[in-house]
């Protein structure tokens, strides 16, 4: 009898402890459920985005275990990251290989990462396809829209606090400079008399190593005009 007291124990024991370590795993496990997009933007000495250099982002000891891809035309290559801290590795052939880590982060960013031509290191094995670069982490859910007399007032509903805008009247932007933005944006002169423009907001954050930018996507803002009386 004893014997059977004790195997029931020791069963009732063993069921306890796989309950609490498989509480303990789909706790960890749900911690790396939750994720945000983290990426980087490669470029060369002169500033020119590099295509199709590697980036492996990981752990230590696994550093494509959150993915591993070839950065885009704009030099660019994102990922899911969970709220930890976090390996990123880049390599391209005829450049010096990087590795550097980043602290955990609650937020989606973007960070600039130069490679310098020179003898390899760090080397990251990526896939086969370019990285997708339909990636914006500042969101914006409404335009309001206002013409005055001599502007027009574009209010933004956005979130991820970005700390500046470019308008102008092509898709691109090009050549638009960045201004402060401080929750709405006053457009005056010739774009004012614009029935179309094209807006984008982003957060740009300057550190001792570079900079860490994340935009949104280029909107376009449709002017209402009102009806002068008869």
């Not at 980043?102 to 396809?129: D, H, N, V, W, Y």
């Not at 007399?149 to 991820?160: C, E, M, N, Q, Y």
């Not at 094209?198 to 954050?205: A, D, K, P, T």
Request: charged share 20%; hydrophobic share 40%; net charge negative.
């Amino acid at each position: 009898m004893k014997s059977i007291h004790k195997a029931s124990a020791a069963l009732k024991a063993a069921a306890m402890g796989t309950t609490v370590a498989a509480s303990m795993f789909m706790a960890g496990y749900g911690a790396l459920a939750s994720a945000e997009e983290f990426g980087v933007r490669v470029v060369d000495d002169a500033g020119s985005p590099i295509e199709g250099a590697s980036v492996c982002f990981g752990l230590p000891g696994s550093f494509s275990q959150f993915g591993a891809q070839f950065t885009d035309s704009n030099g660019q290559a994102m990922a899911d990251i969970p709220n930890v801290p976090v390996v990123v590795t880049i390599s391209k052939t005829r450049f010096s290989g990087i590795r550097l880590s980043e602290p955990a982060r609650g937020f989606k960013m973007q960070k600039q990462i130069t490679l310098a031509e020179g003898t390899p290191g760090p080397r990251c094995k990526a896939g086969s396809s370019l990285a997708d670069a339909n990636h914006s982490s500042i969101r914006v859910s409404r335009l309001d829209v206002t013409p005055e007399r001599d502007a027009t007032v574009i209010k933004p509903f956005v979130s991820g606090d970005p700390t500046e805008y470019r308008v102008g009247t092509l898709v691109d932007l090009q050549d638009i400079q960045w201004t402060a933005f401080d929750g709405s944006i006053r457009v005056t002169g010739s774009l004012a008399d614009q029935d179309e423009l094209f807006l984008q907001l982003r957060r740009y954050e300057g550190t001792d190593t570079g900079w860490i930018e994340a935009r949104s996507d280029v909107m376009t803002v449709f002017v209402p005009r009102t009806l002068s009386p008869l």
